[in-house]
């Protein structure tokens, strides 16, 4: 793996094998010096021309975790808002000298068309309505710690999925997993050609959720919707939030997972969040772990097909050296 872009990269085995090591990288975080050396002189560029909150600051305590230099690009404060192109931003970054740079941006490509800029690794945190690799990995992770084995699960993922990178990248990793996957939305929020997803459709939340094994919520993505694709908020969230009676009909033992920033009162009842079975802190808790398994792979001596385990020593025994 010399990039990951999109979910689609990575065969059912490959996915496996993160989910495999990732354990390793979460125990890092339990120990007392929560570093260790496995990418020491590496440099990872955080490119973000669009908001976030839990993608940016995991990707670089997972670096940091690694022993990796960030370099947190603001592009809100950068020369961009000078006009400076994109890829004459990405060479001016790799010219100070990285070795794997992150990027989100509202244009479905621009990773890959990175790719063909920079020598660097390229990780993509989210392009346009396309792929959000990570988040994928990071909730089959979160399921698999609830559930055990993915295969013959009905996942249901209801809410935007027409503007869903989220919801992409799920489909793709869950059923590469074998898990079936069921989506609800309203008709002017599903996808254009939704039978060419490997996926049940369904319009009516209740009925989906009677044999839901598991449900990913998304936010409804206002800034990427160019028209009123809903009649009102509140009609939507009457027919297709998580409201607490929906919630308990479901059951405890059902894991609820949302990507965040969640839309309270929207797509999830103000107190749903509170309940055990909501997986959000989780979701971010294993993204750090998760993502650090991807930069050790991308970067590490996991490159060279090295398994994780043996090469995460703390940074404290290897100072001692
Ligand atoms: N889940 C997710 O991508 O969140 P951020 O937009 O805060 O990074």
């Not at 670096?63 to 404060?77: E, G, H, M, P």
């Not at 990913?216 to 969230?237: F, G, K, N, S, T």
């Not at 294993?286 to 398994?307: D, E, I, K, Q, T």
Request: aromatic share 4%.
């Amino acid at each position: 793996m010399n990039h990951l872009l999109s979910i689609d990269d990575l065969t059912a085995a490959d996915i496996r094998e993160i989910l495999r090591i990732t354990p390793s990288f979460a125990e890092v975080a339990e120990r007392r010096i929560s570093k260790v050396p496995a990418l020491r002189g590496q440099t990872v560029a955080l490119l973000f021309y669009e908001d976030s909150t839990r993608t940016r600051l995991s990707f670089e305590v997972a670096a940091k975790r690694l022993s990796a230099d960030t370099l947190n690009v603001s592009v809100s404060t950068s020369s961009v808002n000078k006009g400076e192109s994109l890829r004459d931003t990405a060479e001016t970054i790799e010219a100070m000298g990285i070795d794997a740079v992150v990027v989100r941006h509202r244009s479905s490509g621009v990773p890959m068309q990175l790719t063909k800029w920079v020598d660097a690794a390229v990780i993509n945190a989210g392009d346009g309505w396309h792929q959000h690799p990570t988040q994928a990995l990071l909730d089959c992770f979160t399921l698999e710690q609830q559930l055990g084995d993915l295969t013959g699960r009905n996942i249901v993922i209801v809410g935007d999925i027409r503007h869903s990178r989220v919801a992409r990248s799920d489909v793709g990793a869950f059923t590469r997993l074998g898990a079936e996957v069921t989506l609800v939305a309203p008709p002017t929020l599903l996808p254009a050609a939704p039978d060419t997803w490997p996926v049940r459709i369904e319009t009516n939340l209740d009925r989906a959720l009677q044999r839901a094994d598991a449900v990913c919520l998304l936010r409804m993505q206002r800034e990427r919707q160019h028209e009123a694709l809903v009649p009102d908020l509140r009609e939507y969230a009457t027919l297709y939030g998580l409201t607490a009676q929906r919630a308990a009909a479901l059951g405890p033992d059902v894991p609820i997972l949302h990507p965040g920033p969640m839309n309270r009162g929207v797509e999830i009842a103000a107190d749903v969040p509170d309940l055990d079975q909501v997986l959000v802190v989780d979701q971010v808790r294993n993204g750090v772990a998760v993502r650090m398994a991807v930069l050790f792979l991308l970067l590490g001596s996991g490159a060279a097909g090295m398994p994780a385990p043996a090469l995460v020593d703390d940074v404290e025994t290897e100072d001692a050296r």
